[in-house]
């Protein structure tokens, strides 16, 4: 599909744009010629994830936050469309802060949802997650189905979809939920207590340390390179079946990998830079409270209502995402 002849001159807000999906999401619509605002309070975000665009004449960047309903008033204001990307991620996060977690994912949410009604917005976009999926044990993970959240993160999100269904029945307002599947990719922080998996391992491979699985290994996950996320998210902006709005998708490749698998792969990957990198131990904890045992998303519903076709499995995902940590964090 051509996206630029669709998505040229648009104004498009993208929350959270510092962060690691938004700044990739930014990235690619200017590169489509759209007018970018982002929206971010840099409280998990980067400046210098978006330092390269601040000379763009299309971009501009409002530092604030989402809990504060006039902020997000005024950076909807003109915009075609909103990409909201903007939460606090992390299940160990959200069961440690709650409150927090709640007050941002869900108040921030809603702020934004009314904001972009207000303002006369065509379409939001947001990040949904597949931990909406809790409890439930069927595999594959398809969106009509789900169990009861493991988690406060996973309540909040689940809470998204339930606002963004009266939004349209209430309203008639339009959004497109998209339920991530662990992304990873350029850009995503190794650093920090809530990192996630790939980068954190990435970084203490490099550093010749042992990264720690919790549990046996066992586990699974339908791992998504960012350039799949980027297509899903053009695809629901550009969207003009009015079938393929008001829904909420998988944003997946449709396989899954054993934590262990991935460590495995990490090591083989990142050995072709430093040999010594194969002889690393991988070790193991605790299994994670909250932490669902397999993931593995149907992307059928997808398939058929956007047109997706991932563009990278796992395996080339992890190559170009080594190969972008190896040449910037190295």
């Known amino acids: 599909m051509d996206f630029s002849s669709k998505l040229e001159n648009k104004n498009v807000l993208v929350t959270g744009g ?57 950076a909807c204001r003109s915009q075609d469309f909103v990409l909201h990307q903007a939460a606090l991620g992390s299940v160990p996060r959200s069961i440690n802060d709650p409150v927090t977690s709640n007050d941002v994912n869900v108040g921030g949410f809603l702020n934004m949802l009314v904001a972009a009604r207000d303002a006369g917005v065509k379409r939001m976009v947001y990040a949904a997650s597949s931990s909406t999926y809790g409890d439930s044990e069927s595999l594959p993970k398809v969106e009509e189905v789900i169990g009861k959240p493991l988690s406060p993160y996973a309540i909040t999100k689940y809470v998204n979809e339930l606002y963004a269904d009266v939004f349209k029945r209430t309203y008639d307002f339009d959004t497109v939920g998209l339920r991530y599947f662990n992304v990873f990719g350029r850009k995503q922080d190794p650093n920090g207590a809530y990192a996630a998996v790939i980068p954190k391992f990435v970084i203490q491979l490099m550093n010749h340390q042992s990264p720690t699985i919790n549990g046996d290994g066992t586990y699974s996950r339908d791992f998504t390179y960012i350039d799949n996320v980027i297509q899903m998210n053009l695809r629901a902006i550009v969207t003009d079946r009015p079938e393929a709005l008001n829904q909420v998708y998988n944003t997946a490749v449709g396989d899954r990998t054993t934590i262990k698998n991935m460590a495995e792969l990490l090591k083989q990957y990142l050995s072709e830079y430093d040999a010594a990198i194969g002889n690393v131990e991988i070790l193991h904890g605790p299994v994670r409270k909250g932490d669902v045992p397999h993931s593995l998303a149907s992307i059928d519903k997808a398939k058929k209502l956007l047109n997706y076709q991932p563009t990278h499995d796992f395996a080339q995902g992890l190559k170009e995402a080594v190969d972008w940590y190896w040449r910037n964090l190295k």
């Open 18 to 74: 510092a962060g690691f999906i938004g700044s990739n999401l930014t990235e690619k619509l200017l590169e489509l010629g759209a007018a970018v605002t982002v929206l971010d309070n840099f409280s998990t975000g980067h400046r210098h994830n978006i330092e390269p665009f601040l000379a763009y004449p299309k971009f501009t960047l409002i530092e604030g936050d989402i809990r504060n309903a006039t902020t997000c008033a005024d």
